[in-house]
């Protein structure tokens, strides 16, 4: 099954909610996507605040 960035997703991109430390736009919508997709986000960014964000995994 794939999980393409569609327009039903990325409208949901405003639920995400405020990350003081990571302002990145590309990034915040890859944590958007791995959130309302369920899927584990893979990176080795350690800005990435894995208990702000309910739902979210991270594999670094």
């Known amino acids: 099954m794939k999980y393409l960035l569609d327009a039903r997703l990325a409208a949901g991109f405003s639920a995400l909610p405020d990350i003081p430390k990571h302002r990145d736009p590309f990034d915040r919508m890859l944590i958007w996507q791995a959130v ?3 899927h584990v986000l893979v990176s080795c960014d350690r800005k990435i605040e894995t208990d702000a964000l309910p739902g979210l ?3 670094w």
């Open 57 to 59: 995994k991270v594999l």
């Open 36 to 38: 309302a997709t369920g």
